[in-house]
Structure formats: C-alpha cells, structure tokens
C-alpha cells in the first residue's frame, strides 16, 4: 500500500509542476457568494474544455491548467447571466486568482443553453452529469461510463453507488428500465446513446408522499438520451465464433426503443463462452419492484428457499457455462392518467462444476476432502405487468402482479474421503437436486390526499408460492444408522427425499399522515400479516431392484399446517431542528403463531412493543451523518416447526422444533456521507452493530462427519460489529481510491450438546490510483488484500488473499482500441496447509472505421489459461477451503453492428 501512496504522489508532484492553480470566488452583483455555481476552462485555439470547478459554500472554486496555453473561462449560475474572461497562462507562471461576478440574466433561454452544457449541475436534490464531458470514447456500456462519474462507482456485481449509497431504480427518460434493475443496466445500455445522468437523491416515485418518510437512503437514476436516440429504435447486433477446448460461439441483440408516448426494451444473448447476463443469484434476489412491506415496524418473516443448496458460479465462473437468455420490457402510457408497463425475462443456463473442498470439522477433528463434478441446468422464467392510474394530483393507484417459475437441477458425482480418530474412510456420492418453484406476487396501492393536512396510503400485498424440492443420495457407506431404518442388503444406498411447501402470505397496512407544519409530520399505522404454509415430506429408500423402502416412522415424514399472524399499531413523529431530523417510532404487535402436525395443534400468542429512530445531521448539502436504530423481531417460517426430519445433504439431516420461538435483534448503524464538489472528493463510511437475543441456532449432533440438526433458542448472545470506508480524490485527470471493510462476530452455537463459540474476523483493504485522459492511454493500478480469521472451537485458521491488478484502454491509429485487465491471486493460509498463484488476464482489440456502423473485435478471456480458483468459508460446524476448475482460455473474433 505505501509504494502505491508514493506513485500517488509522484504523480500529483508531476502535475503540479506542468500546471499552475487558478482560484477564485464567484459572487452575485451585490456580492453575495454563489454555491454551486460553474466555472468552466476551455482552450483557446482547439475549443476544448481543459478542467472545470463547482464553488463551494464561500463562493470559492479552483482548478490546475497546464502552461503554456490560452484559455476562455466561463462562470455560469442558474438565474443569472454568464460572464465570460481570458486568460493566457505563460510556462512557468504562477498561481492565479481570478474572481467572476455574475448578474441577472437577460434572456434565460441563453442561461438555461450554457447550462445544459456544463459538465456537472446541481439543483436541488438531482445533478446533472454530462456524459461527453467524462468519456472519452472506449467506453461499450452504462456501466463504464458511470464508473467514470465523480462520486459514482459500480461493483464486479453492476451495483451501482453514488456517495456510498445504492442505486435503487434506473430509469431511461423517466421510464423504469426492468423495473429499475441496475445490473441489466450497466451490462445493456450503450454507452454512445448517453446525452446526461440524472442522479436523484431523496428519491420517492409517488408525489404525495415526499417528504413524509425519510428518503435520504433512496436514490435514483435517469439517464437522458442523445437526440437521435428519441423516436428511433438504436441498439446492436454482434455475433462471434472462437476457439477454447471446443468450438465457442455467441450471438446478442439489444434493441432499444423510446418516444415521449412510450418505450421497448429487447435483449438478447447465446453464448458458451461463460458471459452469464442473469445468474441464478440474480433470479432470486430480483424483486420485481416489489416494496419492503413496513421496513420499518419491527417485524421479520421470510419465506425461505427450497434449502437444497444449489452450487452458485465463484466470481462468475465455473467450470463450464452455456447460457440463453431473452427479455423485453415496455413502457405504455395510455392517457395522462395512466401509465402501463411489464416486461417478460427468460434464462436458460447450463453449467458444470468441478471442485475440490477441504473441510475442518470442529467438534470431531475430522477432516473431509470432497471432490466432485457436477451439471446444473437452470430453466428461469418471470413476468410483470404494471399500471399506474393517477387521474388528480390527490389520487394514485398502483398495481403490480410478478409471475416466476423456474426449473433447477443439479446432478452430482463426489467422492468423499474422510479422515478422523478411526482411520480413512471412501465414501462415492452420487447427488440429484430438483426443484421447480413458482410464485405469483400481486401487489395494490392506493395514496390519496385530502388536503394539505392529510394524507392516506394504504397497501395490501399477497404471495402464493409453491415448491417441491427433490434430493436424491446415492451413497456406499450406511448414513445415520440410528435415524433411517435403511435396508442393508444392498450394494448402495439410494435415499430420497420428497418436500412440498405452498404458502399463502398476506400484507396489508393503512398509513395516515398528519402535516403539523413543514417542519413536523405525525405517522399513525395500522396494519397485519398473516400467512398460512403446508409442509409435507417424505424420506424413502429406492432398492436395488427398482421396489421403494417407504419410511413410515412419523419421525421421518412430515404433514404440516403453520400460521403466523401479526396485527400490528405504529407511530412516527417525523421533526427538523436547525441542522437534525429525528424520526422516532414505535409499534405495537400481537403475534400468534400456531401449528398442527402429528395429530397435536400448538398456539402461541404475544404482545411487542418495539421501538425504531431514525436521526440526520445534514451539515450540509452534500454532507450528512445518518442514525439508523432498530429493534426487531425475528420469526421463522415452516421450514424451522416441521419436526419430521428432513435429508437436505448427503450428511445432514435436519428436523424443525415446534417449541422455537422468535428472536429479538438490536441493530444500529451510523453512516456518514460526504462528497465535496469544490474538490472532487468522495469520502463516505459507516459502523454497524448487531445484537441477537434468544437468537435461533442450530444445535448439531456429529458423528465423524454426518450432522443431524435442530433449531434452538440460543440462551447465549450473539454479536456483530462491522465497518467500512471509502475515500475518492480527483486530481484532474486523475483519480486515487481507497476502501476498506471489516467485520467481527462472536457467534454461539450447540455441537454434540456442548456450547462453543465462533469468532471471526474478516478484512478487506483495497486501493487503486486511475486516470480518464481524453486522447492519451488510460489505466488502473491497484492492490486488494483480504484477510478471513476463523475461530471455531479449537480450530484457528487464518486465510490471505493478495490480489495486485491493472486495467487500461489505448485508443491508437485511426479508429482501433485496446483494453486489457489483469489480476494476480496468491491465496494462503497461515499454517502453510493451502496455497495457490494464479493470474486472470483478458483483452480487447476492437476497430471501428469514425462514423461506421460496424465494429470488429478480437476478444481473449483467461489467456493465462488458470485451471482454478480459491475461496473460503465457514459455518457453526466446519471451516472450509475450495478450489473451483474455471473455464479455458478463449479467443473470439466477433462482428458488431450498431443500429
């Protein structure tokens, strides 16, 4: 990290000695000092914009400008008219002060044309970034031009940030993209059909109701189209073939269509190359712009997955990837009083894994090295359809029905080799998961107001969801010899598992708001929760005629009827004073839980008050200090009452407990935000404390390495303490990154009916020093290192990983561009037990002819040919080391035609 401090400074010390430091303020005619006003430097004799600055609060602004140039500086402020000097800067000048005063605008047409050019506005609560101004033409997508965006990033995910806070909705030309999905943005959007970014902080999509919640966690983005963009379909076609271990292929199309009546969005893509546009991941943490019903009443009941534990790629890769994938998304409206809007999204994706895990059991000792090969195939499908009825500015309407069905299977060859006390045990594995889920999630709002005192929201939410997950284990050594009367006059053992789970889940609430003055408002809710799932399983032996061993012990099956219910009453009163917003709250619930299984009906009911606050110290603008409390109640959903034991795992073996009951969480975060235009700097971090009560764990009987399982009510507290920061400076041309996160937690759980205690502590450091030169070569250089401390009982494991990488683009003759990224890992651990080098390198080489439509490219992914990667894990039970076999090398020659 130091030698990269150094190169830091060498760099600000050579720009500093080509350029010298104009600075100045920027004042109204009667003097008062104008913040956020544009000072602009373009050169003389090319007409370029060399640098820019944004005044601070003093009015003051300053930039560098090289020597030895005339140049044409132009001051501008909204409302008032722009005032234009010269200034020609000779070698070796020194630093410049130079003041601009601004008067009223005679014609504001002219003002608002200056305006519209500059490369960043500020108004109010949205700026205005003008893409033009930062790119430099090797950029392909959204995604690359918004990481050059001052105060703007995006992760390896297309998770976009601004100030440090997540992008929750991208909009093109105010209409939704996917529902506001950031990663099908950043991956899809051409970047040469941007005009402007739009960032829109404190961000609420129904009028009526900004301001009455605390919105400074919401933020959006619009992005405006170039004007040839509007009322023409634009897009690509491309279309490759290339050679990596077998013959590859992809082929993508991405069509874009926008109108002031109206929008399209079609996208296409067929690849085996490993280029995966919507992961498994991303299917189910797609919500469809479906809301957080009451985030903030206290109360947590998720719906759980199938809990089959499909394997997900590491970092994007996998062993073998083929991927098709289709969607298309519109934007109708109707009238002026409604909008329509939907879209269709399908995904087809097959994929082979092969890996390797070394795992530590802590209670036992024994270690298990588990080699498998295994092919997935994910069929997924979703469907929205939306309309917005808004016939007065005092009435809303709002209706929403998702659709997802999936097909997922997975069928695996392993060979577990365990070691312990007894000796070396082989044991072959074959696995098959399967699970074909679907939901149907319908969704009604309504938000009228009465008067400019009073105002009504009311939503009601409903899920159906149904899954039948399948697991199949065909094993060599007898598992669980006390738990499954298997028959043993058998060459293997061939278990099954069948699962039924239908839920039925209702949300409803009415908000009344009450506007005591513009500075306080009082929040009155009333709502519930009730929800009803049917849980039904079964485990059975196939033998080795064909014939099905039917497990009748009740210990073994499972018929249940679960119901949890939650009537709650809350109250918010929202207040500013000078410089701080407060938003205390507090809410009042009745929760009843009840089951029937076994022939037995339980039922529990319980009152809670839990209390919630909210606090802001806006310093300024752009800098704040954000308080989050939060008492919570936890509740489990069906998966964690069924008391008949469920086979998830070749070696675990879980059943629920009907006497479980919830969970308190304290949670506390305290974030600061701060990004200073008048010196392009970006800081921003946060703290983050979590105490669990009566938490729910797992308490685990092992034996060598089979587990079998059961939900408790931790009588021990667990806790998590977590940070991170993140700093960003721009030097003109340059820009220097640093970020940090760390995280420590002290959790309690039962191994073979003794307490143990997991300690774990885990860091990330990274830092990078970039550049966004307009014609000359760009690059990144950077350092990452992270470091996994894991505690578990007598265990001690620390894991390293060193990760230097450097990215460039180089944009050289007339029309060619070359990009390249390259990253090296050396992955190890402390007791030199586990340690592997290896570098992913990829290129571009792309020519395209200035003005032509068409763009050929050669493309290579892992040219370093790497066999594997590395990661680590661990649990209540286990550490973990992984080693995943990745995709060859590929090259591709591929043809593009922009439309």
């Known amino acids: 990290m130091k030698y990269l401090l150094f190169l830091v400074m060498g760099f600000s010390l050579s720009i500093s000695a080509q350029s010298v430091r104009v600075s100045g303020t920027v004042k109204d005619s009667i003097g008062t000092p104008l913040e956020l006003a544009n000072v602009i430097a373009t050169r003389t004799d090319t007409g370029e914009m060399e640098s820019y600055a944004i005044s601070n609060t003093q009015g003051r602004y300053q930039f560098n400008l090289p020597t030895g140039a005339k140049y044409s500086l132009v001051a501008s402020f909204l409302g008032l008219a722009p005032t234009t000097q010269e200034l020609d800067i000779a070698s070796g000048a020194d630093d410049i002060s130079l003041d601009f005063v601004l008067y009223p605008a005679e014609n504001q047409l002219d003002d608002v ?91 609420n999509e ?10 400074q966690d ?26 990596g271990e077998q013959t590859r292929y992809l082929g993508s199309a991405k069509l874009f269509y926008y109108s002031p009546k109206g929008s399209i969005n079609l996208i296409g893509n067929s690849n085996n190359t490993g280029d995966v546009p919507f992961t498994f991941r991303d299917y189910f943490n797609f919500t469809g712009g479906f809301r957080n019903f009451n985030a903030r009443g206290g109360t947590s009941f998720n719906i759980s997955d199938s809990g089959l534990g499909f394997l997900v790629s590491q970092n994007n890769r996998a062993n073998e990837i083929k991927t098709n994938f289709g969607a298309a998304n519109f934007s109708y409206e109707a009238s002026d009083a409604l909008d329509l809007s939907g879209f269709l999204l399908f995904s087809d994706n097959s994929t082979d894994f092969i890996q390797r895990s070394l795992r530590n059991y802590i209670a036992t000792g024994a270690t298990e090295v588990n080699t498998q090969n295994s092919n997935q195939s994910n069929q997924l499908g979703m469907a929205k359809f939306s309309a917005i009825y808004k ?39 074959d696995e098959n998961k399967d699970n074909n889920p679907f939901s149907l999630n319908q969704n009604l709002n309504a938000y009228y107001t009465l008067n ?17 997950p399948f697991y199949q284990a065909i094993v060599t050594q007898q598992p669980f010899a006390q738990i499954l009367p298997l028959n043993t006059n058998q060459d293997r053992f061939n278990i099954n598992q069948d699962k039924m789970i239908e839920t ?60 949890f219910s939650d009537v709650f009453l809350g109250a918010h009163y929202k207040f500013k004073t000078g410089i701080f917003t407060f938003t205390p709250g507090v809410t009042l619930h009745n929760y009843n839980v009840a089951s029937e299984q076994l022939g037995i009906e339980t039922s529990e009911n319980e009152w809670k008050l839990l209390p919630d ?81 009566d938490a729910i764990k797992t308490s685990t009987a092992i034996d060598q390495i089979n587990q079998a399982s059961s939900p408790i009510n931790s009588n021990f507290v667990d806790e998590v303490l977590s940070a991170n920061g993140r700093f960003q400076k721009t030097f003109r041309k340059w820009k220097a990154n640093l970020s940090a996160n760390v995280s420590y937690s002290e959790l309690n759980n039962i191994i073979n009916a003794q307490p143990t205690l997991s300690q774990n502590f885990t860091q990330n450091y990274q830092g990078s020093v970039e550049t966004n030169f307009k014609n000359a070569p760009n690059f990144e250089v950077g350092y990452n290192r992270s470091i996994n401390n894991y505690q ?17 683009d180089v944009k050289f003759l007339n029309g060619f561009t070359l990009t390249a990224d390259w990253s090296y890992y050396n992955y190890y651990d402390k007791d030199d037990t586990v340690q592997n080098e290896y570098s992913f390198f990829e290129a571009s080489l792309r020519y395209q002819k200035p003005e032509s439509k068409w763009e050929f490219r050669l493309d290579g992914t892992n040219l370093f040919n790497v066999d594997s990667l590395n990661n680590d894990s661990f649990n209540e039970t286990f550490s973990t080391t992984t080693e995943y076999f990745v995709m060859p090398r590929i090259v591709m020659l591929s043809v593009k035609y922009n439309l």
Request: aromatic letters at 12%; a negative charge; glycine letters at 8%.
């Open 113 to 203: 044309e200056i305006v519209y050019e500059m490369p960043v506005v500020v108004r109010g609560d949205t700026i205005v970034y003008n893409t033009d101004s930062f790119t430099n033409g090797t950029e392909q997508k959204l995604g690359d031009v918004l990481k050059k965006l001052p105060g703007v990033t995006v992760t390896d995910d297309g998770e976009i940030e601004v100030e440090g806070q997540t992008v929750s909705k991208v909009m093109i030309e105010g209409k939704d993209f996917f529902d506001g999905d950031s990663k099908l943005a950043t991956k899809n959007i051409p970047a040469d059909a941007l005009k402007k970014v739009e960032v829109l902080k404190n961000y």
């Open 792 to 808: 578990n009982g007598n265990s001690d494991r620390v894991f390293y990983t060193d990760r230097p990488f450097a990215n460039m």
């Open 206 to 215: 129904v009028d009526q109701m900004r301001g009455l919640g605390n919105d």
């Open 613 to 693: 606050l909210y606090a802001i110290a806006e310093f300024k603008q752009s800098e704040s200090l954000r308080l989050n409390y939060q008492m919570t109640a936890d509740y489990t959903d069906v998966n964690n009452f069924a008391e008949g034991y469920v086979f998830n795992n070749y070696n675990q073996m879980f059943r629920g407990n009907r006497n479980i009951e919830n969970a308190i969480f304290h949670t506390a975060r305290l974030n600061y935000f701060n990004f200073n235009m008048f010196n392009f700097t970006n800081l921003n971090g946060g703290v983050s404390y979590t105490k669990r009560v």
């Open 218 to 243: 919401n933020v959006a983005i619009n992005l405006k189209l170039k004007e040839g963009k509007k009322n023409f379909w634009f897009g690509e076609l491309q279309g490759g073939i290339g050679d």
């Open 391 to 429: 016939p007065s500015d005092k009435l809303q309407l709002d209706y929403d029905v998702l659709a997802k069905k999936s097909q997922q299977e997975e069928l695996t060859d392993a060979l577990s080799v365990f070691t312990d006390e007894d000796g070396v045990t082989n044991n072959p594995i």
């Open 504 to 563: 039925n889940k209702l949300d409803s609430k009415i908000d009344y708001y009450y506007l005591i003055n513009d500075k306080s408002n009082l929040n009155l809710t009333l709502g519930t929760t009730q929800s009803r799932q049917d849980f039904n399983s079964a485990i059975f032996q196939i033998l080795d005629n064909g014939n099905q061993n039917e497990f009748i012990d009740a210990s073994l099956n499972n018929d249940v009827v679960y119901r």
């Open 452 to 468: 400019e005192k009073n105002i009504f929201a009311g939503f009601v939410q409903h899920l159906y969801q149904k899954e039948d």
